[in-house]
């Protein structure tokens, strides 16, 4: 196995693009190191990023912030810029693991795992949160959405990255906020998790939404009618009825030892109103 750490976004692509055998990208390590001692991947090569500047820095971006893909969630945890504009993010993001795997764990690893119960991606749809892709034939931008496919597998082309994040500027009186469920308090993966992100206009009226739903099907779901149910409201019972039966109607879920098609159907429901009204009590309170 091949260990290399290039200094440059296009070294890192090259590298990759190259490599014939299996070649893996290490930003945090916390799920490729575990998969590589247990046995259950034999890279012929690793690439680490973490010496690229450009993904390891969270940058001001007209009104929002670009959040490099080897940017640690411990410290975008940490960031106040953007734990006021994305705090639904970040509550998502500092969901990943424990104190410790959040030193080196990363929000475009979680992204990139393409686990359909990952935390940090659901809020980042919500957020319309948009991908850098730096490949072989240039570089493109895609909405996070549209990176997973299936339980780990991407649209990512062979010699492609994730160089960063772009979480936009925002409106006033928008919010956003997560919701997971899990069996336990904490350190446990989703069995279902919910993303909202909302605009009120100046009479307290919904304008513009977007509701995202985990471990729910083989991917993260941008549930588009959930949104419909929430614009042109103030969230108010009826809406709020209209936006959990759509989430829930949304959902096709698996059987596993964490829950029952029918246990994440009901929580989807739930777990979307709930965020509902955490995001909306935020953007109430946002300039």
């Not at 990139?112 to 940090?120: E, V």
Request: with cysteine.
């Amino acid at each position: 196995m091949r260990y290399e750490t290039p200094g440059t976004i296009d070294s890192a692509v090259a590298l990759l693009a190259q490599e014939k055998g299996r070649a893996y990208l290490l930003a945090g390590g916390t799920d490729l190191l575990v998969r590589l001692r247990g046995g259950y991947i034999e890279p012929d090569l690793v690439v680490d990023v973490k010496r690229i500047d450009s993904m390891r820095k969270i940058t001001a971006e007209g009104g929002g912030f670009r959040i490099g893909a080897a940017v640690p969630a411990a410290e975008l945890g940490e960031h106040p810029g953007v734990k006021k504009l994305w705090p639904g993010v970040v509550e998502a993001v500092e969901l990943i693991g424990s104190k410790q795997v959040q030193g080196r764990a990363t929000m475009v690893g979680n992204l990139c795992n393409a686990s359909p119960a990952a935390d940090s991606v659901p809020a980042m749809v919500a957020a319309g949160a948009i991908a850098s892709i730096v490949g072989p034939q240039g570089r493109r931008n895609v909405p996070v959405e549209e990176i997973s496919t299936s339980p780990g597998k991407t649209t990512l082309a062979k010699g492609e990255i994730v160089e960063s994040i772009l979480l936009a500027a925002r409106p006033p009186h928008s919010a956003d906020a997560y919701l997971r469920f899990i069996p336990r308090t904490e350190m446990d993966i989703a069995v279902v998790g919910a993303g909202v992100s909302i605009t009120l206009d100046d009479k307290g009226v919904c304008k513009a939404a977007r509701v995202a739903l985990g471990a729910v099907a083989e991917r993260v779901l941008l549930v588009g009618p959930a949104a419909d149910a929430l614009i042109g409201s103030k969230l108010d019972e009826a809406a709020l009825d209209k936006l959990a039966a759509a989430a829930s109607a949304a959902c096709r879920p698996i059987d596993d030892k964490r829950g029952t098609k029918e246990f994440r159907i009901k929580v989807a429901g739930v777990l979307a109103r709930r965020a509902a009204l955490i995001a909306l009590e935020r953007a109430r309170k946002s300039k």
